[in-house]
């Protein structure tokens, strides 16, 4: 006791003198002890070995902290950047939110370190660090986590419970504790943690508990005494964090590779679509259109874009353009039909006009009762000849009007009906008609004048030399007047019918034949005006 009182002053200077000549040589006596001692202040007086550690850990922490605002203030300011485009499709493809794909990009997955801590004392059996981490002082980690374990296992876990501490998180970092039989591993990662790497640590954890059983009991803080095995384990731990870092890249770039592709195959396959429906719409009405006679020679051009059909080309007439516009809305009714063809008259061939003319001239003179010719000159048709009929003009010149390259028809044509070679006689010097010829002759006459109400009848009477006489000095006209009063009672209009009387003997009757072939009234028709037809082109 004297000689620990007399050395006692004097070992503090002792130490402090050796650090100087040979620092080493302190830390490598002091080393096997210091893990001891810790466990023994952790015992003694716990609270003030916190209260020791509180400081060096609670920078640590703010300083992560700082470190990992500014990542994500960085991450926020680029939102809109192509990284910001592709956490934005992530976040529709994986169902999470943005936010959290930021955060898990601010806290990449990093194991820190691997420490493996005797359980009874708080020693380090064995650890492991990455080459670019900052250094951490393993004993003091060690240290701490025992205390906190025991802290816990004291103070909060209720008598009768078994339970341990798994996992300690301060900012972006964990500290992942596995623990059995007499050690646990403590794993110092950043980030994200996937569960593939929690399994392996529980497998590691069972390998050295049935490996290395015995060594990890028996450990004394001797360096040496610690198998090679165990550090092998706890490097493999480094070594899967790692590849299943690696493995994610790939993965994730597959993922987004695909929806990015996606994103323009699809749009660009029902674009595809779309075209290959248009084209086939255009395919069907340019054939539709060939197969029209009327349309086949013209080229025609039929352009189909979204919900419109373009229409353009040339044809000769506005009908024809009306027509390729019926013909496609037909076969597209869904379609806005924009009908863009130009109605173009071509000057027509004038030896095809005249051909046709001529040809039409000989399809009317078939007509039983027409007689006419044509002549075409200077897209005009001059027509003459004589009908039956005064409708029949305009009939004539509609048939020639419709013709292609004639504007104008003249048709100096003359309603000349069959004539009429009824005769009625009278007795010598008389005027009164015979009752018979009233019934078979000018009941009929009436019908006919009836039948064609524009024709003009002249009623012409004769009379011989041996009728004349003072009672009757007009006898020839008064014949015609009778007959032209008795048309008028059989409902002829007057104004329809003149009268004229004439001495000389009438036609076909010769000088030596009876006189009274000569007291007779005939008829003839009174010729109608002809006209000149234009009529509008269109």
């Not at 392996?200 to 954890?205: A, N």
């Not at 379609?335 to 399809?363: G, H, L, W, Y």
Request: charged fraction near 25%.
């Amino acid at each position: 006791k004297e000689i620990a009182q007399a050395l006692g002053p004097e070992i503090g200077a002792a130490i402090r003198e050796q650090i100087k000549i040979d620092r080493n040589e302190i830390a490598a006596a002091l080393a096997p002890t210091i893990g001891r001692s810790i466990k023994e202040q952790v015992t003694l007086e716990r609270d003030s070995m916190v209260d020791a550690l509180y400081p060096v850990i609670g920078s640590t922490i703010t300083r992560y902290l700082g470190e990992a605002i500014q990542e994500i203030n960085e991450k926020v300011s680029q939102t809109f950047s192509t990284q910001g485009l592709k956490r934005k499709v992530q976040s529709k493809v994986q169902g999470v939110s943005e936010a959290e794909l930021i955060l898990r990009e601010v806290s990449r997955f990093v194991v820190q370190a691997v420490f493996l801590i005797h359980k009874g004392s708080g020693l380090i059996i064995a650890e492991i660090k990455q080459p670019d981490q900052a250094e951490m002082e393993a004993e003091m980690v060690a240290g701490m986590l025992t205390a906190i374990r025991s802290f816990i296992n004291d103070c909060i876990i209720q008598t009768g419970e078994i339970s341990e501490l798994n996992e300690i998180e301060y900012g972006d970092c964990k500290i992942i504790i596995e623990v059995a039989g007499y050690c646990y591993l403590a794993v110092v990662v950043k980030g994200d943690c996937p569960k593939a790497f929690i399994k392996k640590i529980r497998q590691t954890m069972t390998t050295l508990v049935l490996k290395y059983s015995q060594p990890i009991e028996e450990f004394d803080g001797d360096p040496d005494s610690v198998p090679e095995g165990i550090h092998s384990q706890i490097e493999a731990l480094i070594r899967v964090a790692t590849r299943l870092k690696t493995e994610q890249k790939p993965i994730t770039l597959l993922i987004l590779g695909s929806v990015i592709l996606s994103l323009i195959l699809i749009p660009w396959g029902i674009y595809q679509y779309r075209q290959h429906n248009l084209r086939q719409l255009e395919t069907t009405l340019t054939t539709a259109l060939g197969s029209e006679p009327e349309l086949a020679i013209y080229a025609l051009e039929v352009k189909a874009q979204g919900k419109k059909l373009a229409l353009a080309g040339k044809v000769p007439s506005a009908r024809l353009k009306d027509k390729v516009g019926k013909i496609a809305q037909q076969i597209a009714p869904n379609f806005q039909i924009e009908n863009r063809i130009i109605a173009v008259k071509i000057p027509p061939d004038p030896v095809k006009v005249a051909s046709e003319v001529k040809q039409m001239a000989t399809i009317m003179n078939q007509i039983s009762g027409i007689s006419i010719s044509a002549n075409y000159q200077d897209s005009k048709v001059s027509l003459k000849g004589k009908v039956i009929k005064s409708e029949d003009i305009q009939k004539i010149t509609q048939a020639f009007d419709k013709i292609e390259g004639v504007d104008s028809v003249i048709a100096n044509l003359t309603v000349q009906p069959l004539p009429i070679p009824t005769r009625i006689y009278f007795n010598f010097g008389s005027t009164e008609l015979v009752l018979k010829d009233l019934r078979g002759k000018l009941q009929p006459l009436a019908q006919y004048l009836k039948r064609y109400p524009d024709l003009k009848l002249r009623i012409i009477g004769y009379s011989h030399q041996q009728e004349q006489s003072r009672k009757h000095p007009e006898l020839a006209l008064e014949r015609a007047q009778t007959i032209q009063n008795i048309l008028e009672d059989l409902g002829i209009d007057r104004r329809r019918l003149e009268a004229e009387g004439k001495t000389e003997r009438p036609g076909g009757v010769e000088e030596n034949q009876e006189p009274w072939l000569s007291q007779t009234v005939l008829f003839e028709i009174i010729p109608l005006k002809s006209k000149e037809h234009k009529p509008a082109k269109p």
